[in-house]
């Protein structure tokens, strides 16, 4: 992963913005007790394994991006997971990275996964983080609030989800295992968006000294 220091001013103050709009949308769902899994969980009835949250995902036309809401993994502390994607010009859908939540709808990690996960059209890091930079869900359905936390997160994690694809890259240079049933995740990385903000803000400070 990508030290602080090793960006450039103009990177980090991109992901401080980025950041303080994730904080932003948090802030506005929270003072109504809502967050931004529940929105797209509203109304949708009972919670169900595997299931697409919104049904239909949610999708922008015009940017190519989408993602939808899902659990399926064990363990204690993930409640589901948002998958994301920019469909490409054959409206292939390539997926980007996945974003892990608690049960109290925050972010907790970040991983990517193997091909046959979600049935993507497979791209290298260097097509998918081009890709990454075009994600913009640029309407209010079904939670605006949601769609641009979601926008904002991968902006502010942006040079770490660029590291975590070209591992997965370096991991599945063997063509075969796309689709090998047993990697499903291939990197994982615990996040905590106070933190980075707070040493985002740290690192501006002390370049401008």
């Given at each position: 992963?990508?030290s602080?220091?090793s960006l450039?001013?103009?990177?980090?103050?991109?992901?401080?913005?980025?950041?303080?709009?994730?904080?932003?949308?948090?802030?506005v769902?929270?003072?109504?007790g809502?967050?931004?899994?529940?929105?797209?969980?509203?109304?949708q009835?009972?919670?169900?394994?595997?299931?697409?949250?919104?049904?239909?995902?949610?999708?922008?036309?015009?940017?190519?991006?989408?993602?939808?809401?899902?659990?399926?993994?064990d363990?204690?502390a993930?409640?589901?997971?948002?998958?994301?994607f920019?469909?490409?010009?054959?409206n292939?859908t390539?997926?980007?990275?996945?974003?892990?939540?608690?049960?109290?709808?925050?972010?907790?990690?970040l991983?990517?996964?193997?091909?046959?996960?979600?049935?993507?059209?497979?791209?290298?890091?260097?097509?998918?983080?081009?890709?990454?930079?075009?994600?913009?869900?640029?309407?209010?359905?079904p939670?605006?609030?949601?769609?641009?936390?979601?926008?904002?997160?991968?902006?502010?994690?942006?040079p770490?989800?660029?590291?975590?694809?070209?591992?997965?890259?370096?991991?599945?240079?063997?063509?075969?295992?796309?689709?090998?049933?047993s990697?499903d995740?291939?990197?994982?990385?615990?996040?905590?968006?106070?933190?980075?903000?707070?040493?985002?803000?740290?690192s501006?400070?002390?370049?401008?000294?």
């Amino acid at each position: 992963m990508p030290s602080l220091a090793s960006l450039s001013i103009g990177d980090r103050r991109n992901m401080l913005a980025a950041g303080i709009e994730v904080l932003e949308c948090q802030r506005v769902l929270a003072k109504a007790g809502l967050n931004v899994v529940g929105q797209l969980l509203r109304g949708q009835g009972e919670f169900v394994e595997m299931n697409h949250y919104p049904t239909d995902d949610v999708y922008d036309p015009e940017t190519k991006s989408q993602y939808y809401y899902h659990a399926h993994r064990d363990g204690d502390a993930e409640h589901g997971h948002f998958h994301t994607f920019v469909r490409n010009e054959s409206n292939q859908t390539c997926h980007l990275v996945a974003i892990s939540m608690d049960e109290w709808g925050y972010p907790i990690a970040l991983f990517t996964t193997n091909r046959w996960v979600t049935d993507e059209h497979w791209v290298p890091a260097s097509v998918s983080k081009v890709l990454l930079d075009q994600f913009d869900i640029d309407h209010a359905a079904p939670c605006w609030a949601t769609n641009r936390w979601i926008g904002a997160l991968l902006k502010l994690y942006r040079p770490f989800i660029g590291a975590l694809l070209e591992r997965r890259d370096l991991i599945l240079e063997s063509a075969d295992l796309l689709e090998d049933r047993s990697l499903d995740v291939i990197g994982n990385l615990p996040i905590d968006v106070d933190d980075l903000i707070a040493g985002l803000g740290r690192s501006l400070q002390t370049d401008t000294l």
